[in-house]
């Protein structure tokens, strides 16, 4: 099971950070993805890391903005994204990352709207 | 990057309709492929994995098919809760990409 934090409401400019808490699995076992969708849009990766290590792979597009941290003592995942636009208004996603790039659990999302 | 394309981007079925769906990739990604399910106002949920593997507790009715380039997802006997939108993603090579999802209507 993840369960991730609520929503935020963002202005444009700023960071916001998002915390995904794992139970009944053995955390450092997997990896954790993010992946967001824009309002009535599809599917986007964001990237993930691995939970063991820590090593992180993000796409081109976020990399720079957009940093994934692990606190393996609470078993809980966090993304954080700065300098927000308004086209990152989005419903955010973890999962639970497998071999060969599965997503097999997920998280019930966090609503970020950035507006003014 | 893998650009995957979905087709058709919407259908309509009946319940006890056999319902098939493509999934494109814009090379050769051999069989790392997996479906999901999403519906509205939820998460997405693993339906198949590795083109063609079942995901643990989900019903036999789903199945997945196809190599290298050309995918499909078919729903044997279509159910009322299988009504929603279907993505496909590639897991042959970073970034991870998604199609743009098949919308499952009722008829």
């Known amino acids: 099971q993840l369960v991730q934090s609520g929503a935020e409401v963002k202005k444009p400019g700023a960071s916001v950070k998002v915390s995904c808490e794992a139970a009944?699995?053995?955390?450092?076992?997997?990896?954790i993805t993010w992946v967001r969708q824009a309002p009535g849009q599809g599917l986007e990766w964001m990237g993930w890391?691995?939970?063991?290590?820590?090593?992180?792979n993000y796409p081109r597009e976020l990399r720079g903005r957009v940093t994934m941290t692990t606190d393996t003592s609470t078993s809980t995942a966090y993304m954080e994204l700065r300098s927000l636009r308004s086209d990152d208004t989005a419903v955010y996603y973890c999962a639970r990352y497998e071999i060969r790039g599965v997503m097999s659990y997920w998280g019930q999302g966090t609503l970020v709207t950035v507006s003014s | 990057d893998i650009q995957m394309t979905q087709s058709p981007s919407s259908l309509s079925a009946s319940v006890g309709d056999r319902v098939t769906m493509t999934c494109r990739a814009s090379?050769?990604?051999?069989?790392?492929v997996n479906w999901y399910q999403q519906k509205p106002g939820k998460a997405p949920k693993l339906l198949i994995y590795?083109?063609?593997s079942l995901q643990s507790g989900v019903p036999s009715r789903f199945g997945g098919s196809g190599s290298g380039t050309d995918f499909t997802l078919t729903i044997s006997s279509l159910q009322s809760e299988d009504f929603a939108t279907y993505y496909c993603?590639?897991?042959?090579?970073?970034?991870?990409?998604f199609g743009g999802g098949t919308k499952v209507e009722i008829k």
């Open positions: 993603q590639q897991s042959y090579s970073t970034p991870l990409t």
């Open positions: 009944g699995y053995t955390f450092t076992n997997y990896g």
């Open positions: 090379q050769s990604i051999s069989s790392y």
């Open positions: 890391i691995s939970a063991n290590s820590g090593n992180t």
């Open positions: 590795a083109a063609s």
